[in-house]
């Protein structure tokens, strides 16, 4: 079995192929967990920390954020204030209106009267809000229909909702102005002072919801986490290929044959296999780790050794199943495309690339089944300081082991004993 291995490492080492997939898929994982992403967390439910989405243009579409039941409302902020700031995030903290607001000091009423027009058109919200260049002046004298001006966009009801909790809040600036003339405080400090002295709620779900509560930081993180298990079982994915062509070269030319008479089972042979899987796999992982060394360690979220410890275990998974595959149909081609579409398929649906808690229960059902989907809930666990983080991993980790390795031993046995 020794033998075996370090045969088969021999010529791993050999290809320029492995060292590529070494070296150059880590590297663009850690770039992808040093990208500053912002506004992912829109995507999901549920995040304790929601505030305004800044969106680059006024062109730029809201209807990318109405990826749940809150009413999505666009914002046309001329003003620019600590005032008009207050007042959004009051709002979008709510927790029913997801509020993306788009800075532009030059547009006036009219400007803003024709984009609504165009929006209403091309994009999808429940309402538009249009605030005034002058905003601190009207909210001073009390002109709350001309501080801003609110645009009906759908026949939602919670736009009334909206309106109301605009005006109150409006009344509430007005009153802090009045009193800052004379306490000689910002009327920015007194609604800061207001808000401390006003009683603080916590939510608790008892029932009916098995989200977790992120914040809006480790949802951004758990995304750029998301993109990086991509690029690392990509790597998993093309070195298992070239782990499997030893074998299927090895049944073309007999070797296992040959290897059987000396009294090594295939059990034995594919065990072999395994523990060779298991190298690279580390090998990858250790690359990974020391790419993490070069990006602050914030912005990961998690520490390193556990990021670590997560992308060799799932190396062993996809190593695993490239071999199962190889085996299964017996040439590189159709090894390498078999691998690579259970690659696309279990990425798209196990929530790397986007939440899947708003599809379907049979797309959520067969999310259940992909690896990548319980490394995502484990990350999300180890955020939370979950001790059960670990025990999740781990349990599925060997429960897939198990399974690609039977049924490749018994694989090779059969195809073995038909040639």
Same mark, same amino acid.
């Given at each position: 079995?020794?033998?075996?291995?370090?045969?088969?490492?021999?010529l /791993?080492?050999r290809?320029?192929?492995?060292?590529?997939c070494a070296?150059?898929f880590?590297?663009?994982?850690?770039?992808?967990?040093?990208?500053?992403?912002?506004?992912?967390?829109?995507?999901?439910?549920y995040?304790v920390?929601?505030?305004?989405?800044?969106?680059?243009?006024?062109d730029?579409k809201?209807?990318?954020f109405?990826?749940d039941?809150?009413?999505?409302?666009?914002?046309?902020?001329?003003?620019?204030?600590?005032l008009?700031?207050?007042?959004l995030?009051?709002?979008?903290?709510?927790?029913?209106?997801?509020?993306?607001?788009?800075?532009n000091g030059?547009?006036t009423?009219?400007d803003?009267?024709?984009?609504?027009?165009?929006?209403?058109?091309?994009?999808?919200?429940?309402?538009?809000?249009?605030?005034?260049r002058?905003?601190d002046?009207?909210?001073?004298?009390?002109?709350?229909?001309?501080?801003?001006t609110?645009?009906?966009m759908s026949?939602?009801?919670?736009?009334?909702?909206?309106?109301?909790?605009?005006?109150?809040?409006?009344?509430?600036m007005?009153t802090?102005?009045?009193?800052s003339?004379r306490t000689?405080?910002?009327?920015?400090e007194?609604?800061?002072?207001?808000?401390?002295?006003a009683?603080?709620?916590?939510?608790?779900?008892?029932?009916?919801?098995?989200?977790?509560?992120?914040?809006?930081?480790?949802?951004?993180?758990?995304?750029?986490l998301?993109?990086?298990?991509v690029?690392?079982?990509?790597?998993?994915?093309?070195t298992g290929?070239i782990l499997?062509?030893?074998i299927?070269?090895?049944?073309?030319?007999?070797?296992?044959?040959?290897?059987?008479?000396?009294?090594?089972?295939?059990?034995?042979?594919?065990?072999?296999?395994?523990?060779?899987?298991?190298?690279?796999?580390?090998?990858?992982?250790?690359?990974?780790?020391?790419?993490?060394?070069?990006i602050?360690?914030?912005?990961?979220?998690?520490?390193?050794?556990?990021?670590?410890?997560?992308?060799?275990?799932?190396?062993?998974?996809?190593?695993?199943?490239?071999?199962?595959?190889g085996?299964?149909?017996?040439?590189?081609?159709?090894?390498t495309?078999t691998?690579?579409?259970?690659?696309?398929?279990?990425s798209?649906?196990?929530?790397?690339?986007?939440?899947?808690?708003?599809?379907?229960?049979?797309?959520?059902?067969?999310?259940?089944?992909m690896?990548?989907?319980w490394?995502?809930?484990?990350?999300v666990?180890?955020f939370?300081?979950?001790?059960?983080a670990?025990?999740?991993?781990?349990c599925?980790?060997v429960?897939?082991?198990?399974?690609?390795?039977?049924?490749?031993?018994?694989? /090779?046995?059969?195809?073995?004993?038909?040639?």
């Open positions: 079995m020794i033998r075996i291995i370090k045969t088969t490492l021999k /791993l080492f290809n320029v192929g492995f060292w590529l070296i150059c880590p590297v663009l994982a850690t770039v992808m967990l040093n990208i500053q992403t912002e506004n992912q967390s829109y995507y999901y439910s995040n920390d929601m505030g305004v989405v800044e969106l680059e243009s006024k730029e809201v209807a990318y109405a990826s039941s809150k009413c999505v409302v666009k914002v046309y902020d001329a003003s620019q204030s600590k008009c700031d207050h007042m995030d009051k709002i979008a903290r709510s927790g029913l209106f997801k509020v993306g607001r788009s800075k030059e547009m009423q009219a803003a009267d024709k984009k609504v027009l165009e929006d209403g058109q091309d994009d999808r919200m429940g309402a538009a809000v249009y605030i005034d002058d905003f002046k009207h909210i001073k004298k009390g002109e709350y229909d001309k501080a801003l609110v645009y009906v026949e939602d009801e919670r736009v009334e909702l909206l309106e109301e909790k605009l005006l109150y809040i409006m009344q509430k007005h802090a102005a009045a009193v003339e000689g405080k910002t009327t920015a007194l609604l800061l002072d207001m808000d401390e002295a009683p603080r709620k916590t939510v608790r779900m008892l029932s009916g919801n098995d989200e977790k509560n992120l914040t809006k930081i480790q949802t951004d993180q758990k995304s750029n998301g993109y990086a298990y690029f690392m079982t990509l790597g998993y994915i093309l290929v499997a062509s030893t299927i070269k090895e049944l073309s030319n007999d070797v296992i044959k040959r290897i059987r008479l000396a009294g090594t089972s295939e059990i034995t042979y594919f065990g072999a296999k395994f523990v060779s899987g298991v190298v690279i796999s580390l090998i990858l992982s250790v690359v990974f780790s020391i790419c993490t060394l070069f602050d360690q914030d912005r990961i979220g998690v520490d390193r050794i556990s990021l670590c410890v997560m992308t060799f275990l799932l190396g062993l998974i996809f190593c695993t199943f490239t071999l199962f595959s085996v299964l149909v017996g040439n590189i081609m159709g090894a495309v691998a690579f579409t259970v690659w696309c398929l279990s798209m649906i196990s929530g790397l690339y986007f939440p899947i808690g708003g599809t379907s229960r049979f797309i959520q059902s067969l999310s259940a089944i690896p990548q989907k490394f995502m809930d484990g990350t666990m180890l939370l300081r979950d001790k059960g670990w025990t999740v991993i781990l599925v980790t429960a897939y082991m198990v399974v690609f390795t039977g049924l490749g031993s018994v694989g /090779l046995k059969l195809r073995n004993s038909d040639e």
